[in-house]
């Protein structure tokens, strides 16, 4: 029966917290003026279509590109939400500008028209995406590759995993000393204490969730660096190509290997969390987590409480906590409930 419940996750997003459900995924920001605007859409979980889909080691893949793209999603509403924010207040600020341009008599000019900038996000995603394939996958490698060349193959293997490894620690220590960077991580540990008391079996409330950590062993944190250690171990068995091009090739064709028998591993250890081996499996990602969370405040874990809530039918909102407002995926808010705001995902 342990194994049939279900396990709810999430992601820091700006200014807010998104989270999955079993069957909908909701998130909520806080804007300035410190109104919460949540949403909740269904997902069309494509493993419900295809029983293949939930095949040990198929799945993995399945996950984790249905998590980027949920990911993805949520990261644009919050954008908009905050964008939407910022437009009506320069709205306001230019009718009273020009209110006060037709008292004096001066002719004003209208308003520049701006629109949804969701679209930017996916411009800017996608070469960040190519820049950390390159960063993290074939940089390492191309190191290993052009410096050392009497080593034998599992040496280079090993040496390349522990260069990635460097490479992604000081990629987020340079990140995390952006103020931006770290409330982000802030978000990102009330997310996990949020969910971390959820899974006590305490009641969600801000108390509660003060008291709980803000790391989690199915943190996609940890899955990095169980990644690198199962790339390490499959290169063992594989030939290190003497030619570039090959060894780029096979680095990427690694990728989809790697990242299912590292997403079992992870499902495992979040599932059996109890275990003397999940535990012990779990503390290297844990002490990397240190790295991309940090303690969150009240207003956050509160956001974070806001969310869960809308995919949680068994978490309600503690009492206290005003009624937030429903939101689409333009940013823009509505007063209807989001209770009954789920709609399909499009």
């Not at 974070?304 to 809530?309: E, H, Q, V």
Request: a neutral charge; charged letters at 20%.
């Amino acid at each position: 029966m342990a194994e049939e419940k279900h396990f709810y996750g999430g992601q820091a997003i700006m200014e807010g917290v998104m989270m999955r459900g079993t069957d909908s995924w909701g998130a909520a920001v806080q804007r300035k003026d410190g109104t919460i605007g949540v949403i909740s859409q269904r997902i069309l979980d494509f493993t419900h279509k295809h029983r293949w889909a939930k095949w040990p080691l198929v799945r993995g893949n399945v996950a984790l590109v249905d998590t980027l793209m949920l990911g993805l999603r949520s990261l644009i509403f919050s954008f908009n939400v905050l964008v939407e924010e910022q437009q009506q207040l320069d709205r306001e600020a230019a009718e009273k500008e020009a209110a006060q341009a037709e008292a004096e008599g001066k002719h004003q000019k209208p308003p520049k028209k701006q629109s949804d900038m969701g679209w930017a996000i996916w411009l800017a995603l996608l070469p960040s995406m190519l820049i950390g394939l390159g960063l993290f996958i074939l940089l390492p490698a191309a190191l290993v590759k052009l410096l050392l060349h009497d080593p034998s193959d599992l040496v280079k293997n090993l040496i390349e995993g522990v260069v990635r490894l460097c490479i992604i620690l000081g990629y987020i220590a340079s990140i995390s000393a952006m103020s931006d960077i770290r409330r982000l991580f802030q978000y990102h540990g009330a997310e996990h204490a949020t969910i971390n008391c959820y899974e006590a079996g305490e009641p969600v409330t801000l108390e509660n969730c003060r008291r709980y950590s803000p790391l989690h062993p199915r943190c996609g944190t940890a899955f990095l660096l169980v990644f690198i250690v199962v790339k390490i171990l499959v290169g063992a068995v594989l030939p290190y190509p003497d030619v570039m091009w090959q060894l780029m090739l096979l680095r990427i064709l690694m990728i989809p290997i790697v990242a299912a028998i590292a997403y079992e591993i992870i499902r495992y250890g979040g599932r059996h969390r109890t275990s003397l081996l999940s535990r012990a499996m779990a503390q290297p990602g844990l002490l990397m987590q240190r790295l991309t969370t940090r303690h969150p405040s009240e207003e956050q874990i509160r956001v974070a409480i806001y969310a869960l809530s809308t995919v949680a039918p068994e978490v309600p909102l503690p009492d206290g906590f005003p009624a937030p407002l429903g939101a689409a995926m333009d940013g823009k808010l509505s007063p209807e409930s989001p209770a009954t705001a789920v709609a399909a995902a499009e």
